[in-house]
C-alpha cells in the first residue's frame, strides 16, 4: 500500500507544484483567504469528496472514508499569507502587491490536496476515516486553529500530525523532537506618559525617551538575571516610536515587543516580571505608563508514542536521507492547540532551495523553497497516515 501510495505521489508531482504556483500567485492574508478557501473547497468537490466550507471562519475540512473500519486520522495545512512584498524573480511571483506567501504555506496546501487525491483513489483498500484540515489564519493572533477546533474539526480524532517545510534544511532532511518544540508567542505594549517640552529645557520635562531607553535595558535583565539558565525564554522589543520634531522632547513613547517560552510557569512570571520592571522605572521617573500583555499562542508540544512512530516511520521514506532531532525554536505555531485536544506530532520537512548554502529566511521578501520537498512531505504525511497504530496499553494483572 504505502509503495503505491508514493507512486501515485510521485505521479502527481507536477499537479503538486502546479498548485503551489498558483496560490503563491494570488496570496490572501490571515482572516482574508476567502478566494484561497474557496479553491480548496472546490478541489475536494470535483474530486466527490465530502467537504465542509467555513469552519470556524475561513477554513475548510473535507474526510476521506476508508472500506474499513479504523482509526480517524487528521492531516493539517495553513494556507494564509503574509504583508509582504515579495522580491523573487521567478514566473509565479505574487500577483497581490504586499502580500506574499513566505513561509510556505502555499507548499503545505498543496501537498494536502494532492495527497487527499491519492488517499481517496485508494480509499477502498484503506482502514479509518482520514480528515484534512485546511486552517486559515496561523501567522496572525488568535489564528485559526482555535476557532476550527471550536467548530468540530477534531470532532472524532484519534491523532493528528502536520508539517513545516523550513528552508534552512536541506530538501530530504526530517526534524523532529519529543514535548515542547516551538514556543509559546506573546506580546507586550508598554505606553509611557511622561511631559514633554522645549529640548533646550530638558529640566522642565519628563523625558519618555529617556525613561523607555530605560526599560529597553531592563527588560533584558529578565532573561538575564530572573530566569533559570536551563528554561529558554525571550523577551525582545521589537519596536520604539516617540517621533517628534529634533527640538522637542517627547512626551509620550511606546514600546511593542514578543515574549517566547516553553513553560507556563515562565511565561507567567515574565508576565509579570515585565509589569514589574515597568512599574519601578516609572515611580523612580515620576511619570505613569499602561502595559498590555497578550497572550499568543501556547507551546507546541509533541506526545512521545506519536512522534517516535513517526520517526520509524519517515525513516523507511527513500527520499528521506536525514532524520535527526531538531533544535527548540522559538517561533510560534497555533498547531499547538491541536495538539491539546488529541495526540499528535508536529515536524519540519527540509526545503532548502537548491545551489544555496544560506537560504533567505522564513518572512522575508526573497523567501522561497525547493519544490521537492512538496513530495517528500506528502510522503512523510501519508506514510504516517495508513501506517500508524497506538501502541495497546497494557492491563496489570
Known amino acids: 500500500m ?3 501510495l508514493f507512486s501515485k505521489l510521485e505521479g502527481y ?30 478541489f475536494y468537490e470535483n474530486l466527490g469528496i465530502e467537504v465542509k466550507g467555513h469552519v470556524g471562519g475561513n477554513g475548510v475540512v473535507a474526510k476521506i472514508y476508508g472500506g474499513k ?17 515579495e522580491e523573487n524573480d521567478v514566473p509565479y511571483k505574487s500577483l497581490n502587491p504586499g502580500v506574499m506567501h513566505a513561509c510556505g504555506h502555499d507548499g503545505h496546501t ?63 532532511k526530517i526534524q523532529y523532537r519529543t514535548g515542547p518544540i516551538m514556543a509559546a508567542a506573546d506580546r507586550f505594549e508598554i505606553q509611557i506618559q511622561g511631559q514633554g517640552g522645549h529640548g533646550a529645557q530638558p529640566h522642565r520635562t519628563k523625558d519618555s525617551v529617556v525613561i523607555a531607553s530605560q526599560l529597553v535595558l531592563n527588560l533584558q ?37 514578543t515574549v517566547r517560552t516553553f513553560k507556563e510557569d515562565v511565561r507567567s512570571f515574565i508576565e509579570n516580571e515585565i509589569e514589574r520592571i515597568v512599574k519601578g522605572t516609572c515611580l523612580a521617573a515620576n511619570c505613569d505608563y499602561s502595559y498590555e500583555y497578550d497572550r499568543g499562542y501556547p507551546a507546541v508540544v509533541n506526545h512521545e508514542e506519536e512522534t517516535d512512530f513517526l520517526v520509524e516511520c519517515v525513516k523507511s521514506i527513500p ?12 517561533g510560534g505555531e497555533d498547531f499547538a492547540y491541536y495538539l491539546q485536544h488529541v495526540k499528535g506530532s508536529f515536524f519540519f520537512t527540509g526545503a532548502r532551495p537548491e545551489g544555496v548554502s544560506i537560504a533567505y529566511p522564513h518572512h522575508h521578501p526573497k523567501f522561497d523553497i525547493d519544490e521537492k520537498a512538496l513530495l517528500v512531505a506528502a510522503k512523510a504525511l501519508g506514510s504516517a497516515a495508513l501506517t500508524y497504530m497506538p501502541q495497546k496499553e497494557e492491563v496489570s494483572l
Open 13 to 42: 508531482y507536477d499537479e503538486m507544484v502546479s498548485i503551489r504556483r498558483y496560490l503563491h500567485q494570488n496570496p490572501e492574508l490571515s482572516f482574508q483567504e476567502v478566494n484561497t478557501a474557496n479553491y480548496i473547497k472546490s
Open 221 to 257: 535583565q529578565i532573561v538575564s538575571r530572573r530566569v533559570s539558565p536551563v528554561d529558554s525564554a525571550v523577551v525582545t522589543v521589537g519596536s520604539f516610536v516617540a517621533e517628534n520634531a529634533f527640538n522637542v522632547i517627547a512626551d509620550k513613547a511606546k514600546l511593542v515587543g
Open 319 to 330: 527520499s528521506v536521507q536525514t532524520v535527526e532531532e531538531a533544535d527548540l525554536q522559538m
Open 110 to 172: 498543496a501537498t494536502l490536496l494532492v495527497l487527499a487525491k491519492v488517499l481517496h483513489e485508494l480509499k477502498d483498500e484503506l482502514e479509518g476515516t482520514y480528515v484534512m484540515i485546511h486552517q486559515h489564519a496561523e501567522e496572525y493572533a488568535p489564528g485559526g486553529a482555535i476557532s476550527m477546533i471550536k467548530d468540530g474539526c477534531l470532532d472524532g480524532v484519534d491523532v493528528i500530525f502536520g508539517t513545516h517545510l523550513w528552508a534552512s534544511e536541506p530538501t530530504g
Open 69 to 85: 473500519p479504523g482509526q480517524t486520522i487528521a492531516l493539517r495545512a495553513d494556507f494564509d499569507a503574509l504583508p509582504i512584498q
Open 2 to 4: 504505502i509503495n503505491e
